[in-house]
């Protein structure tokens, strides 16, 4: 079977995607740049139609395009959703064959040697293929050949006629660096026909072998090999049953079979399960799901199976369960760690723990505080949820913290001292003992109304009738406050 190549070149593929994600309104007459940091200066990554229309190319300085085109609209470079994007359309290119690579940064690459028939021939194909990168927002060019190489010669710098020759092209559509393209031109070898016929030894010795290498390519002389890319891994398990089962130890053998198997997967891959499926098919081809989050990437199956024991007590097996299928949703990276024997069990135990509470009431709901980088005592802290952050470990403070902090709460008092004798919350009390002061100033940088009042005097004050409060001071405008209180 003859090998047929299918090159797809998207010239404008970061511009593309920002006026698909509807971020910022871009069409054919409005000019639009995609912009990066370059010699010191913003400059043009990538352009629309309207752009270059307006006389901007690529590479020019930003703040010159702005002079040219007052109404230009314009967004940073992101290589990494480019990237992301671009493997999204080879995965819709799969429609068209199996066998898709990647071609640099912007292009891809289909194998359809035995396809092109199922679309009523190539040119059926490339039409279809067109029209749909039209429809989509693309402005791509498709071209197909024997090789590869000619294959990304005609999409380049072809017309996009059918059955053109690649003869007729110039010299840097094999793929040449610019350098190599420049001494050919100065010597009058301006397309590839003017190459062919000089003897390849004179060009293997005056222009050196990588020249050979790229002709021979285009022309099918040496073979040029697509890498398709890989499948994602597929982290899903199943178990048909001869005889259906409908005990709740039943299920939870078989789920602890399918489990080992599933987390073999994840062990290879590096990965950790967030979220699994348990699905149980019935007789009469209904289904139960049971549904489990965890509070962390987990692939140990003797700690997860517990887990299940909830959720599979629930479920109605109806005139029984013939099929067990394990699907894990949610994945993460979680490499492996050397870690201590101790260590791991404390940490597994809170996980667990909070899987448990969070599968009844929901892992969003479950917090924990973590240390902020701020004195200010209602910002030193922030909460997060528990599932999705790790503890920071012990907490810093110069000063002793109450455990319980709430909105100041005014009090009678005069004088930058405590008050012997004040009431608070319908309470009589007298001042014991009285640590401080422990002054803090407002981050001017922050706008916050509650510290609009200047500084704060801090005391911890130990009462006679036995609470230990937090109270501070205003200097700027005399007043007393209590804030917390002490365990």
Same mark, same amino acid.
């Given at each position: ?9 998207? #010239? ?16 054919? /007459? ?11 200066? *913003?400059?043009?990554?990538?352009? %629309? ?8 190319? @690529? ?38 064959? #199996? ?6 940064? *912007? ?6 040697? =035995? ?12 039409? *279809?293929? @067109?029209?749909?990168?039209? $429809? ?10 024997? /090789? $590869? ?10 017309? !996009? ?18 350098? /190599? ?11 590839? +026909? ?36 890989? *499948?994602? &891994? ?5 178990? /048909? ?44 081809? =209904? ?14 199956? !003797? ?7 909830? =959720? ?22 979680? &490499? ?10 404390? +940490? ?13 009431? !929901? ?27 790790? +503890? ?7 000063? &002793? ?17 405590? #008050?012997? %004798?004040?009431?608070? $919350? ?5 001042? =014991? ?16 109304? %509650? ?26 405008? #005399? ?9």
């Amino acid at each position: 079977m003859r090998k047929r190549v299918v090159s797809m070149w998207f #010239p404008n593929l970061p511009s593309d995607r920002v006026a698909r994600g509807g971020a910022i309104v871009a069409d054919d /007459t409005r000019p639009f740049v995609v912009t990066h940091h370059a010699q010191n200066t *913003d400059r043009i990554y990538c352009l %629309n139609g309207a752009a270059a229309a307006q006389g901007l190319h @690529r590479d020019m300085g930003f703040s010159d395009a702005r002079a040219y085109c007052p109404d230009l609209q314009s967004c940073p470079a992101d290589p990494v959703a480019d990237a992301r994007f671009l493997r999204m359309l080879a995965r819709w290119s799969k429609r068209y064959c #199996p066998w898709v690579g990647l071609d640099g940064i *912007d292009g891809l690459l289909l194998n359809i040697a =035995g396809s092109a028939h199922l679309f009523g021939g190539e040119d059926a194909m490339l039409d *279809d293929m @067109r029209a749909r990168l039209l $429809r989509a927002g693309l402005k791509g060019r498709v071209a197909v050949a024997d /090789t $590869r190489g000619a294959a990304w010669a005609l999409t380049h710098f072809g017309r !996009g006629s059918p059955g053109e020759d690649i003869a007729r092209l110039p010299v840097a559509a094999l793929r040449l660096d610019a350098k /190599t393209d420049a001494a050919l031109q100065r010597l009058g070898l301006r397309k590839i +026909s003017d190459l062919t016929a000089l003897p390849r030894a004179t060009i293997a010795r005056r222009f050196g072998p990588d020249v050979v290498l790229r002709l021979d390519q285009a022309m099918g002389a040496r073979d040029e090999d697509i890498s398709p890319l890989k *499948d994602a &891994p597929n982290y899903g398990v199943r178990m /048909t049953l001869p005889d259906p089962i409908g005990l709740s130890g039943d299920v939870m053998a078989g789920t602890a079979r399918l489990l080992d198997r599933l987390c073999a997967k994840l062990k290879d891959q590096d990965m950790g399960a967030r979220k699994l499926q348990l699905h149980l098919r019935r007789v009469d081809q =209904g289904a139960q799901v049971v549904e489990l989050r965890l509070a962390a990437p987990m692939r140990d199956a !003797g700690r997860i199976l517990p887990l299940f024991e909830r =959720g599979v007590g629930a479920v109605d097996a109806g005139y029984g369960i013939d099929q067990i299928r394990l699907i894990a949703v949610q994945v993460e990276h979680l &490499p492996k760690a050397q870690i201590t024997y101790g260590a791991a069990t404390r +940490s597994d135990g809170v996980d667990d723990l909070i899987t448990r509470i969070g599968n009844r009431i !929901g892992l969003d709901n479950i917090h924990r505080f973590l240390p902020a980088d701020s004195h200010i005592p209602e910002r030193s802290f922030q909460i997060a949820a528990a599932a999705y952050s790790r +503890s920071e470990g012990a907490w810093v403070a110069l000063r &002793p913290r109450p455990l319980h902090l709430f909105a100041p709460e005014p009090i009678a008092g005069a004088g930058a001292r405590p #008050p012997q %004798n004040f009431r608070w $919350r319908r309470m009589a009390l007298t001042v =014991g003992h009285a640590t401080g002061p422990e002054r803090i100033a407002p981050e001017w940088w922050l706008p916050d109304e %509650n510290w609009r009042s200047g500084l704060r005097d801090y005391w911890k004050v130990d009462t006679v009738q036995g609470r230990r409060l937090w109270l501070y001071y205003t200097p700027q405008n #005399p007043g007393w406050f209590v804030q917390g209180e002490f365990a």
